[in-house]
């Protein structure tokens, strides 16, 4: 029987609801949004189609953790057999959650263009539990911590991190200053638009969410996103970023005057925003604690929700 992500999905709720004394420090839900609820509907076996593929795939097909859907194999060279099928039991495809181009979502990372040498010693932290998280009752770091720990035994791994590594990323994020938003819900671990055309105060938040919610429903590697963030975010994120507060250097010391990484230093330019502030808070905790993380802890210190928000903003808006 093939093994989908739906039955993985049950099975971690059951994990969390174990460790729920474990979980939470105060982290906002903009960024560590919460697992969602488990429900019963199977997925749907009706060929589905994308804008530009000639592709189709029903939601079932799309479901299957071991098997990747690609809709758009041509914009990226063939995915190795770790990226396109992973191996069962435990060591789910990269491809299924990363996405076939390494695009990622806002719930996990992004992995084109990363260093293959980053991309290795993040999935060694992960196994060993260096990279950790202050919400490890949510879903995406636990079954990251499982293909981890599979993946190490693995040798395609190293193969599917110089295919990631050599995948130019793809543009899909607007950054968009606003005090007023679409009225949003939450679907799954996104934000996305609610129905009608209703607005609501964003606040003190940033809201990041799919532009088109049945493309990003259905796996395809293209969608955009808009993240929409507070009034003055960007110049004030700008000035942490570039010029440090005089306790901290500014973030360009290390991962280059353009924020497109330098050395092992990660590239950061036009990443998701809710993703960077996950791994801000959790660094700045001691959650991730690997030899990388121990490094950037200091300058993360004495950082507060507001610095944090807004140095995100900005990074998530330049060009990558």
Known sequence: MVQTLRMALLSALVLA????????????????????????????????????????????ALDDVFNVRDWFPADHAAMPPLVAHGAPPA?????YCHLPNGAGR?????????????????????ASGARGTLRPDRMPPRFMAQVARAAMASPGLAEAAAYFAAIRPPATLRVVETATIPRVQLTGFVFSRAPGSFTEPLADRIVELPDDNRLFELRDARVTYTAYVPPGSLARGESLVRHGDG??????????????????????????????????????????HGSRAALMRPVVARLDGTAIRDIVAYVASLPQ
Request: net charge neutral; with cysteine.
């Open 17 to 60: 609801a174990i460790d729920a004394s474990a979980a939470p420090q105060a982290v906002p839900d903009w960024a560590f949004t919460p697992n969602p609820k488990p429900h019963d509907a199977q997925p749907g076996t009706t060929p589905q189609s994308v804008p530009g593929s000639a592709a189709a795939f029903s939601a079932q």
């Open 247 to 288: 306790a901290r250097p500014a973030c360009t010391s290390c991962h280059g005057v353009d924020l497109r990484g330098m050395g092992e230093a990660p590239p950061l330019a036009g990443r998701s925003p809710s993703y960077l502030a996950r791994q801000l808070y959790d660094i700045q905790a001691g959650a991730r």
């Open 91 to 95: 060591l789910f495809a990269c491809g």
């Open 106 to 126: 806002p719930e996990n990372a992004r992995l084109a263009g990363l260093p293959a040498a980053y991309i290795l010693r993040q999935v060694a932290d992960f």
